[in-house]
C-alpha cells in the first residue's frame, strides 16, 4: 500500500547502550581502553609488547569508584609511588599469624621504600608484593625480611633496643630458615619453570644476607643467580616446561630482574675485597655507548659499565700490554658515557638533571673515571692531581646525606664514593670531612657499612701520617707513607675486620682487628 506523503520514513536512531567500564584491569590496559586479560601478577598485554604493567586496583577501590560518574580522567592520571604501592597492598589477604603480619606490613611501608635509596624502582614496592599474593615462598622471604630490618632499625636508631633488637633478629633467622626451605621446595617442584618466582627468591635472600652482614652467603646466593640467568639466557636450560625468553615472564626476567641482578653484581664488586663472581656470564660488554632516553636506561648502561670497570681499579696496577689495551677500552666507554648523559641531561627538566639519581650517577662516573686513570700508575701521589674532583664529591655528598633519612638500601649510594675519597685523598681536610661524614650520617648500603667504613679510614689515616707531625695538604704525605694495599677479612655481623696494611715505602704492618 502506498504511502501518502510518498516517502518511507528513516528507521529510528540506535542509541550506543551505556555500560560502566569495568575497572577490573591494570592502569595501563585501561588508559590505552584495550581489554586487560588480568593475568596476575602482571598482565601479558602489557609485558608482551614491552610495557611496564602497574598492577591492578583493589577490590575495595573497585566497588568504591564503581558508583561514582566522575570524569574518565580522574583514573587516568599516574600515582606516585607510595600510592602505587597502597594500591597494591590494600588488596592482600594474607592469612598469617600477628608477627609475621606485622612484619608484612614493615615491609610494606618502610623496607620496600628504603631499599631503592636515592632512586625510583617498583621491584620492591610493586613487583615482589604482587609476587607475594600467590607464591608462599616469596612471601615467607619477605616476612623474614622485613622482621630483620626492624630489628636493624631497633639497633641503628636514635634510641637503641638492643635486647628488641637481638629478640627479633633471632626471629628474622627462623623465618629467613623457613623461606629458604620453601624456596628448595619450589625449586624442587618447578625446575625451570616459574623461573622468575627462583630469581625474585634468590635476590630476596641476597639482600637478607647483605642485611646481616653474611657477605659469604649472600655471595653464594648471587653466584647462584647469575648462573641460573647464564644458563637460561643462552638456551642451555632445559626448554620442556621451562620459562620461554619469549613468555611474559621470561619478558620480566629480561627487562626487570637481570638489570636488578646487575646493579647486585655492581655492589658486590665495589667493595675493594676480592669476591670471585662469575659477572661476565650476566654482563653485555657495551662496545659503543648509544644515546639515552630516560635516567632509566643511563642507569642501567653505567651499572653494566661500573660492574665491568670497578674490579680493574683495584686489582694489582696494569702491567702487561693487555692490561693497558683493556684500561683504554673502559676509559673510552666512560668517556662515551658521560657525554650522552650530558647530552640526555640538556634536555630533560632541570629538576630532573639536578635530581639525586642524576648526581649520584655522576658522582659514580667521577669516581670510576679517577680509579681507572690512576690503576695506570703505580705512585700513590697520582691521586693528588684529583684534589678537585675529591673536593667536589665531598661537597655533593653532603648535601644528598642531609636530605635522606634511609639506614640500609640495596641500590648504589654515597657510602662507597665517601670511603675512596677518605682512602685516596690525602688533603687533611677534605679526608677529615669524608669521614666524619661517614660517622654522621651512619647506614648501610649493600655491602658497605659507613661505620666500618670509616673505622678502618681512620686507622689508614693514622698509619699514613704517623711521624709526619702537622700535616697542612696532600704534599706533607709522602709516597713512601701512602697505604698501597690493604688485606682484610670482615665480620660485619659481629662489626669486626681484621686489616693489614702495606705502605708504598715497602712497611707492612701487622694484622690490626678493628670493630665500631
Known sequence: MADDGGSVPAPPQRKRAKHTRSRLGCGVCRIRRVRCDLERPLCKRCTSTGRTCDGYPAPAEISNDASTDGPATQELVPRPQPQILEMTLRGLDFSLPAQAGRSLHFFQHNTALEFAGYFTSDLWSNLVLQVCRRESCVKQMVVALG???????????????????????QKATNEYALGIKLLNSHIAAQGWASLDITLICSMLCVAFEWLRGDYVSAQTHL??????????????????????????SGHLIQTRLRPACTSFVLQARSMPIHFTLPWHLILDVQNEIESFHSLQEARHSLDMLLADALPETMAVKARSRADYRRVEEIASRLTQWSHHFGDYLATC?????????????????????ILLTACLNTDETIFDDFFP???????????????SSTKFSIDIGVVPLLYYVALKCRHPRVRRQAIKMLIDYPRREAVWDSLGAACVLEEILTVEERGLGEIHSHLDVPSSSRVCHMYARMDMENRRIRVTLEQQGGTCNEEKVLTW
Open 223 to 248: 653466584w647462584s643467580s647469575i648462573s641460573i640467568l647464564s644458563q637460561w639466557n643462552k638456551r642451555k636450560a632445559p626448554l620442556l616446561n621451562g620459562t620461554s625468553l619469549s613468555s611474559p
Open 389 to 403: 674532583e675529591f673536593t667536589e664529591i665531598v661537597e655533593k655528598t653532603e648535601h644528598l646525606l642531609s636530605s
Open 147 to 169: 622482621l630483620l630490618h626492624e630489628s636493624f632499625h631497633h639497633d641503628h636508631g636514635g634510641a637503641k633496643n638492643l635486647t628488641t633488637a637481638k629478640a627479633m633478629r
Open 349 to 369: 627538566p632541570p629538576n630532573e638533571a639536578s635530581s639525586a639519581p642524576a648526581v649520584i650517577m655522576k658522582l659514580w662516573h667521577t669516581t670510576a673515571r
